[in-house]
């Protein structure tokens, strides 16, 4: 049996030629159009007719004609695999009629394509002409492939059987039948074949040669489906595929550095953040599974970033610094993640836009509001316009949340406020220790925006604050020093109110502007000591970017921070940073410090993106800080550069696939003025200047795959002018700037970047934090430093709303003081309090064993026709390790144990969203 | 202020966050004496004004299952305005502990005073330019030891530089050798006065005398003395029995039976509601003490051992005694209440409980 190819004669697309040949008989009649038709004829597009009494004479147009059909090489393989094949072309023919171009439309493989362009490049038209004038024209042309029995041969067997493939398409959570999803089949031979699925959601194919099948499911606002189906001879095979809705929300992209500006790039998604056990959910909590950030203690909301004290990364809410990020110094943040856009997380290196900080910058974005429409079961629409609205409870505290259009046309606005609960159930737990509750501690925080966006512009004003509070009087002092008892009282609370415009002012020019006046109330207090703070803070930025030249932009900004503030303390001296235990606070008189001014501090910046060639970027920028309150004015220049070893993936030319090798680096100076009672009269020492560091960076980005990346960065951080403590003339300690260290790491990110079923990644960070009081004094290791910190953690989509994740975390100990060692006494009997004083060894000495945990997560979410219930399950500690938190001691500090962190706790939550 | 806020809020948040964390071990509590201790030291002049002599005096006792064994009790030579105003800075001269080695005073070792110099206050730096009082500050060590003091080599700054060896010369270790300090702070017209405790109430009742002791006259508490046993069944004293209670299995846990005590403090009487003149100077009114008081036994256990008696804010706590929890060995039980106040003064009263 022997099949030899044969030719099909001319064959042109009826749609195509009937377009223009419509258009040309509309022009010749005057008769209107349904519309213009993009004819693709170079030189020649025809207009639809406009009826006129005087209209000028119409155009002719003769398209081309073929007078020479060249026959095409059948490909051997193709022959051999018996396919056949349609190939689309467009034909560029000149003004003799020659073919002078030949473009594949739609690709069919297989070698056709190929042989069809050759063989078209040497068809010979009749040039087209207008008006009896030749012109080129661009034309298509389907050039076909078939194969027929050769005559004389055998007769051809019969066809081979063919099966057929058919199936269903339902929704993941309600298996509901879903109509109208398209399904797209791949043949063998790489046509698409394409049917919609019926009023039941049922699809059917008939008539396929057996084989493997590609069937590709997808439906507007839901997530597409492939799978690969077999077709036997003779059967059917049926599938059934279901399709979950597209994750709505919120993306929000934790970015270590966001090109062009910074050095790291970290991204972590809406969904990530959603589902990272252990967090509940928590957007900034979600920092610490990132390398580079250390474990902070117990439940502490601390941000150890890169071996610096959390006093040293500073967080702010669209570019206006806030007091605080967590409510009770842990519990939840501030700001609900519901109400994020993004979190841009600098660990180092960061731009010139900010300052006064010498570890890393945290700025969380609040997003628009949301008023994008759904329809039945959460399926995305095109439409806006629509409110939508959650909430949600679990063990601490419950949410409400709502958003929408406004009556005016743009404006949109988000309400949403958060209370926490703890109060009912804690107050009888610590009346029942005996004390008497005057407010149980309760937290709460509010968001109002308002936001009207354009294509080019966009205007927000938003208020939001928080509160946290308590008041008990423990009528059972601390036994170790009793004067934590009596009233104590705590409480926080600030607001804000903040405008941004953000706007091009021309295509070369943008404008961000932000005002933010807020008030910060700070108070704790117990027995005769208190810490009061009340602070009117302002902050404004702007910022211009110039387009001066092709890749080269220019950013220049202005940072103000101005606050009157009234501080009162009331306390006896703490010790220093390293300096030992001072005794009970009890029976020590306190002393009083009692500041009313304004600080005022102005920075200008300035960088420079300037991008050579399409690999390259650096960006070179300065900042000058101006202190009012210690006189001081600092420079700090910085430069970070990207390059592109190799590309990535060219949307042009998907089938190349090159995997994006990225070399980064940067060095900058950080200034960061010393803290409130460093530099009180009574507590600190008037006039020290600035920490200052400088940090360096390298590192690669690599791509393995499309959805693995690999990012590997080794940084170091050299510190000079420290703040700490040292000797005086008269030989007392005070605070001064003779403070050195440094800080030397490596991170490690290997990401499965967030796919339909699974996100994940793995963090490693090794790093070492090194200080020195003086030049002279010995090296000792920083309070927080952290050697090895390892992170695994993903999340698996079971189907059906089900989703379950895991986190598992290996770090080293953290650091702790002991005291003296036999045959030296622990502790001196402070007679005063009636408590001991430990007498210590060298600050932070003693390495507490390795932490480990695993948290574990599991969700379940319905999705109805009108509205989403999901609930989750996260339990934190799973097997109930008992982490060393610190050391602990029995009364005279004679005997010394392990005080342990928290067992393991389950937190169970709910949310109803629409 | 941003990092005001956050260093506040730093150090809060490490507080708040060690209160969520586990267990800890089941260490003994310090109102349980087992062990050699210091209860209490009293000076008459708890602020104590340029010039004038202070008096000390000490309560301590020998709780260990060795006691009667001779203690030697020792005071250091005052060390005024030490560096910092820190403690630890009077170990820059070990030697000037070395008086501590001598033959201490037989008759009265508890007891020891001082001098006050004239300049304790204007020899010191001069004052910040606040509204803080001026002032000076003197330590006194004191140590006690079931053998032999002896001077160590520094091992640290803050190495303590007495230690306590036995006849073979070894070391001794908390249980056998207790050390520590008192504060007594110099202001130009400053004072204050010790609290006052007028007696000591049992199952809410008074205890008669001679059935509890106050200051001076808790000897038969004090130091190696034995308690001094009772019949609870005396016909001549029929008050006695009101301090008998049953023994507990549980050994003074929180299943016993608990029984009220506390020592009775006058509210009304002046010395326990003095002002607090440092937190008043600065606050510009009247302010209180801060004052607690802190329970101990040889035998049994408490429900709360320290107990809050005035707060600066919220003032007088009348509910300021606690339980006692008898123990399952039947015998005499001891306990003491030390009251403080936050400006170094302090007082005690004792009772003795006949276990059966």
Redesign the interface.
């Known amino acids: 049996m022997v099949f030899a190819p044969t030719r099909v004669s001319l064959l042109v697309v009826a749609a195509v030629l009937a377009h223009v040949g419509l258009a040309v008989a509309q022009s010749d009649d005057g008769r209107s159009d349904q519309g213009a038709v993009p004819s693709g004829i170079s030189g020649a597009v025809v207009r639809p007719a406009e009826p006129a009494k005087d209209a000028p004479k119409k155009p002719v147009i003769v398209l081309p004609a073929l007078t020479h059909f060249e026959h095409a090489d059948y490909p051997p393989e193709a022959e051999k695999a018996g396919l056949q094949a349609d190939v689309l072309l467009k034909l560029t023919v000149d003004r003799e009629g020659n073919v002078t171009k030949a473009d594949v439309s739609e690709p069919v493989g297989n070698g056709f394509d190929e042989a069809a362009k050759v063989a078209a490049l040497k068809f010979k038209f009749t040039p087209a002409t207008r008006d009896g004038v030749p012109i080129p024209v661009v034309i298509p042309y389907r050039y076909s492939f078939t194969l027929t029995v050769k005559p004389g041969s055998e007769a051809l067997p019969p066809a081979p059987t063919t099966g057929n493939l058919l199936g269903g398409v339902r929704l993941a959570d309600t298996n509901t039948p879903l109509a109208g999803a398209n399904v797209t089949i791949t043949l063998p031979d790489g046509s698409p074949r394409q049917v919609v699925t019926d009023e039941t959601g049922n699809w059917r194919v008939d008539g396929l040669p057996p084989g493997k099948y590609k069937v590709r499911v997808e439906s507007p606002g839901f997530q597409a489906v492939e799978n690969q189906e077999e077709v036997v001879v003779g059967e059917e095979t049926e599938a059934t595929y279901r399709l979950a809705p597209v994750s709505e929300g919120i993306e929000i992209t934790v970015q270590g550095e966001r090109p062009p500006r910074e050095v790291t790039r970290r991204t972590i998604e809406r969904r990530e953040i959603d589902r990272i056990p252990g967090t509940s959910g928590d957007a900034l909590r979600s920092l610490q599974s990132l390398p580079g950030v250390a474990r902070?203690?117990?439940?502490?909301?601390?941000l150890i970033v890169r071996g610096s004290?959390?006093?040293d990364t500073?967080v702010y809410v669209d570019g206006a610094?806030v007091?605080?990020v967590?409510h009770?110094?842990?519990l939840s943040s501030v700001v609900p993640t519901e109400l994020l856009d993004k979190i841009d997380f600098y660990p180092g290196n960061f731009s010139a836009r900010y300052g006064r900080v010498g570890g890393g910058i945290v700025d969380v974005g609040l997003r628009s509001p949301d008023t994008q429409c759904t329809g039945p079961y959460g399926a995305a629409t095109d439409r806006k316009g629509c409110f939508h609205g959650m909430a949600q409870i679990d063990l601490i505290d419950g949410r409400l949340l709502l958003q929408g259009p406004l009556p005016v046309k743009d404006w949109t606005f988000a309400v949403a406020g958060r209370r926490s609960w703890i109060d009912a159930w804690l107050k009888p737990v610590l009346e029942s220790a005996?004390s008497s509750v005057t407010a149980a501690p309760v937290y709460y925080d509010y968001q109002l925006l308002v936001d009207h966006k354009t294509s080019s512009s966009r205007f927000s004003l938003r208020a939001f604050g928080s509160d946290d509070k308590f008041r008990i009087?423990?009528?059972?002092?601390?036994?170790q020093d009793?004067?934590f008892?009596?009233?104590l009282s705590?409480g926080?609370s600030f607001w804000r109110a903040q405008a941004l415009y953000e706007t091009d002012l021309s295509r070369s020019v943008s404008s961000n502007s932000m005002v933010s006046v807020g008030k910060?109330n700070?108070g704790?207090?117990v027995?005769?000591f208190l810490?009061s703070?009340n602070?009117f803070?302002v902050y404004a930025r702007h910022e211009f970017g110039f387009k001066i030249a092709p890749g080269v932009k220019l950013n220049t900004g202005l940072d103000f921070?101005i606050?009157p503030?009234d501080?009162t303390v009331?306390f006896p001296?703490p010790p220093r940073p390293g300096e030992?235990d001072?005794?009970p606070f009890?029976?020590?008189?306190?002393?009083?410090?009692?500041e009313k001014a304004t600080?005022f501090r102005p920075a200008w910046y300035a960088e420079a993106e300037i991008q050579p060639t399409s690999r390259l970027r650096v960006i070179p920028g300065a900042r000058v800080d101006y202190a009012r309150d210690s006189g001081h004015a600092d420079f700090a220049p910085r430069v970070v550069a990207r390059y592109d070893l190799v590309k990535g993936a060219d949307p042009d030319h998907p089938e190349l696939q090159p995997r994006r090798t990225t070399l980064k680096g940067g060095v900058g100076v950080f200034y960061q003025?010393?803290?409130?009672?460093e530099t009180n009269?009574?507590f600190g020492t008037p006039g020290l200047s600035s920490n200052r560091a400088i940090h360096y960076s390298l590192g690669v980005e690599q791509e393995l795959t499309r959805q693995v990346e690999l990012s590997v960065e080794g940084f170091y951080k050299d510190l000079t002018n420290q703040v700490s403590r040292a000797p005086n003339a008269?030989?007392?300690?005070t605070y001064s700037n003779q403070g050195l260290g440094s800080v030397i790491g490596l991170e490690a990110l290997l990401k499965y970047k967030p796919s339909k079923r699974f996100f994940g990644w793995i963090a490693y960070t090794l790093s070492r934090s090194v200080r020195r009081d003086t030049a002279s004094s010995p090296e000792y290791l920083f309070q927080y430093d952290q050697t090895h910190n390892l992170i695994m953690l993903g999340s698996y989509r079971l189907g059906r709303g089900w989703e379950f994740g895991g986190r598992f975390r290996i770090v080293s100990g953290s650091l702790d003081t002991a005291v003296?060692p036999?045959?030296?006494?622990?502790?001196?009997?402070?007679?005063?309090?009636?408590?001991?004083?430990p007498?210590?060894?060298?600050a932070f000495d003693t390495r507490l064993p390795l932490f480990h945990q695993l948290d574990l997560r599991i969700d379940k979410r319905w999705q109805f026709k009108s509205w989403r219930f999901s609930t989750y399950l996260d339990i934190q500690n799973v097997y109930n390790n008992?982490a060393v938190?610190?050391l602990?001691?029995?009364?005279?500090?004679?005997?010394q144990?392990?005080?342990?962190?928290?067992?393991i706790i389950p937190s169970l939550g709910m949310r109803g969203e629409f | 202020?941003?990092?005001?806020?956050?260093?506040?809020?730093?150090r809060?948040?490490?507080?708040?966050?060690?209160l969520?964390?586990?267990?800890?071990?089941g260490?003994?509590?310090?109102?349980e004496l087992h062990s050699l201790r210091?209860l209490?030291?009293q000076k008459d002049l708890p602020y104590a004004q340029p010039g004038q002599t202070v008096n000390l005096e000490?309560l301590w006792q020998d709780a260990s299952p060795l006691a009667g064994r001779p203690i030697k009790v020792a005071w250091s030579p005052p060390c005024f305005d030490p560096?910092?105003?820190?403690?630890?800075a009077c170990f820059s001269d070990p030697g000037a502990f070395g008086s501590m080695l001598g033959t201490p005073d037989v008759a009265n070792p508890e007891h020891a005073s001082f001098d006050v110099p004239a300049d304790i206050i204007s020899r010191r730096?001069p004052a910040?330019?606040?509204?803080?009082a001026p002032?000076g500050i003197t330590y006194v060590?004191?140590a006690l030891c079931a053998g032999d003091f002896t001077l160590?080599p520094s091992?640290?700054?803050?190495?303590?530089p007495v230690?306590c060896k036995d006849a073979n010369g070894t070391?001794l270790?908390?249980?056998d050798?207790?050390?520590?300090?008192?504060?007594i702070?110099s202001f130009e017209t400053f004072s204050n006065n010790n609290p006052l405790i007028d007696g000591f109430e049992f199952r809410g009742k008074p205890v008669p005398k001679p059935g509890f002791c106050v200051k001076d006259d808790c000897l038969p508490l004090d130091g190696s003395e034995p308690a001094v046993d009772f019949d609870c069944n005396d016909p001549n004293h029929p008050e006695q029995s009101a301090r008998c209670v049953p023994t507990c299995a549980d050994d003074g846990d929180p299943k016993c039976p608990g029984y009220a005590i506390r020592p009775t403090i006058d509210q009304a009487n002046a010395a326990n509601h003095d002002q607090?003149d440092?937190?008043a100077k600065?606050?510009g009114r009247k302010?209180g003490e801060?004052m607690?008081i802190?329970y101990y036994t040889d035998a049994g256990g408490f429900k709360?051992?320290?107990?809050?008696l005035n707060?600066?804010?919220?003032g007088w706590?009348d509910?300021y005694g606690t339980e006692f929890y008898a123990p399952k060995t039947p015998g005499l039980s001891r306990i003491w209440a030390?009251a403080?106040?936050?400006?170094?003064g302090?007082a005690w009263s004792g009772i003795t409980l006949k276990v059966q």
């Open positions: 902070p203690p117990g439940l502490a909301g601390l004290a959390p006093t500073q610094l007091p605080l967590y009770f110094g842990g005996g009087i423990v009528t059972d002092p601390a036994a009793p004067a008892g009596g009233a705590f926080t910060d700070v704790f207090s027995g005769n810490f703070l602070n803070a921070a606050a503030y501080v009331r001296q030992p001072s005794g009890a029976a020590r008189p306190p002393k009083e410090s009692h600080v003025p010393p803290q409130f009672q009269p009574v008269s030989g007392a300690y003296l036999r045959p030296a006494l622990p502790a001196l009997y402070a007679a005063d309090s009636g408590a001991y004083s007498l210590q060894g060298k008992a938190e610190g602990s001691y029995n009364y005279n500090y004679s005997r144990s392990y005080q342990t962190g928290i067992p | 202020m941003r990092s005001a806020i956050r260093g506040v809020l730093a809060c948040s490490v507080l708040l966050s060690l969520s964390l586990g267990c800890g071990p260490f003994d509590p310090p109102s210091v209490g030291v000490m560096v910092g105003d820190l403690y630890y730096p910040d330019g606040s509204n803080n002032y060590f004191f160590l091992s640290a700054d803050t190495a303590f230690g070391l270790g908390s249980d050798f207790v050390a520590g300090y008192t504060s702070y607090d440092v937190s600065l606050l302010v801060q607690w802190n709360s051992p320290v107990r809050l707060d600066a804010t919220s706590n509910n030390i403080h106040d936050n400006r170094g302090v």
